[in-house]
């Protein structure tokens, strides 16, 4: 069983920075590619960023490309995500999600069978 507790959620101004984390707990970590799901109210949950198990790979979604960077430490069991020049639409509940038996990268949520709470992030204009 794979545990996945997401932190650095907050209130920034448009404009500001965040770092999100996710550690996990039980199962292999470094056999797992990792991604972040965003959701915001009535929308589905679409991928800013993935990570193959390596680290060597990662993608992003378009509206976040140049803004936002993935990044993993396996000996810390964490996966992290540094978003930048927020924006008020980048406000969701923020989810990481594990996919444990990885064949390629996919920004497919259906892929990724772990999930945590979720970390609130709200940007204001």
């Known amino acids: 069983q794979v545990q996945l507790v997401e932190s650095g959620g907050g209130t920034v101004q448009a404009g500001g920075s965040l770092r999100l984390s996710c550690t996990a707990s039980g199962g292999t970590f470094n056999r797992y590619n990792m991604g972040w799901f965003p959701q915001a109210p009535g929308k589905a949950r679409e991928v800013v960023g993935a990570?193959?198990?390596?680290?060597?790979?990662?993608i992003y979604g378009e509206a976040v490309k140049d803004r936002f960077t993935i990044s993993r430490d396996n000996a810390k069991k964490t996966l992290y995500l540094q978003m930048n020049s927020l924006k008020p639409e980048d406000t969701a509940v923020y989810y990481c999600?594990?996919?444990?038996?990885?064949?390629?990268?996919?920004?497919?949520?259906?892929?990724?069978?772990?999930w945590g709470q979720g970390t609130q992030v709200v940007v204001s204009s």
């Open positions: 999600a594990a996919d444990t038996n990885p064949v390629l990268l996919t920004r497919s949520r259906s892929r990724y069978d772990y």
């Open positions: 990570t193959r198990w390596t680290g060597a790979t990662t």
